[in-house]
């Protein structure tokens, strides 16, 4: 073996500490946001059709859980959603989207007017396996677009809801590898 060889890669030499970015955030992994350490324990992803993915991780910190998303338009768009129980938007949603097939085109919830931005069907992911899961999803905004709102329907009366706001990248830092399954 000479010199040149022991400085050589080995093509199969795999690096655990490359490509730790936010795209590549893998179920155990670990990140700092908002002055907290979060784990990841979900790496997902919807399948809206025409080569439409959008991602998603889920972040557990000590005493929260929230949901990293990752939509790729003409650029990347990163948002933070956390759930909401669905009932806390009222009963009329619910009973609207069964009797019409779509929620209302404005929402109030917490004092603030959501307007819809799109509505999308496709199939959910977890932990990227499987065959996937329907699922229909309807996207809202409030007037400053720095608020979100969105609604998914499981099945017939399966509903989550959730509320969200958009974040940058570098707001997520100290990413490291963690235990994984």
Same mark, same amino acid.
């Given at each position: 073996?000479? @010199?040149?060889?022991?400085?050589? &890669? /080995? &093509? $199969?030499?795999?690096?655990?500490?490359?490509?730790?970015?936010?795209?590549n955030l893998k179920k155990g992994y670990l990140v700092d946001y908002d002055l907290k350490t979060w784990e990841v324990v979900a790496s997902n992803y919807y399948d809206w059709g025409d080569g439409d993915i959008s991602y998603e991780w889920q972040l557990k910190s000590v005493d929260e859980v929230v949901y990293l998303e990752k939509e790729s338009d003409d650029e990347e768009e990163w948002s933070l959603n956390r759930k909401i129980n669905f009932s806390r938007l009222g009963p009329k949603i619910k009973e609207q989207i069964v009797e019409t097939g779509d929620p209302p085109d404005e929402i109030v919830f917490d004092g603030m007017t959501y307007y819809r931005e799109e509505m999308a =069907? =496709?199939?959910? #992911?977890?932990?990227?396996?499987?065959?996937? /899961?329907e699922v229909l999803r309807w996207s809202y905004e409030d007037d400053s677009g720095r608020c979100y709102l969105g609604i998914e329907q499981w099945g017939e009366?399966?509903?989550?809801?959730?509320?969200? *706001?958009?974040?940058? *990248? #570098? !707001?997520? @830092? $100290?990413?490291?590898?963690? &235990? !994984?399954?």
């Open positions: 073996m000479g @010199i040149k060889d022991f400085f050589k &890669k /080995k &093509k $199969n030499d795999l690096d655990p500490l490359a490509d730790l970015s936010l795209t =069907g =496709g199939h959910f #992911y977890k932990d990227g396996h499987g065959p996937g /899961k009366a399966d509903f989550d809801a959730a509320k969200g *706001e958009p974040v940058e *990248e #570098y !707001q997520f @830092i $100290n990413i490291l590898p963690g &235990k !994984q399954d």
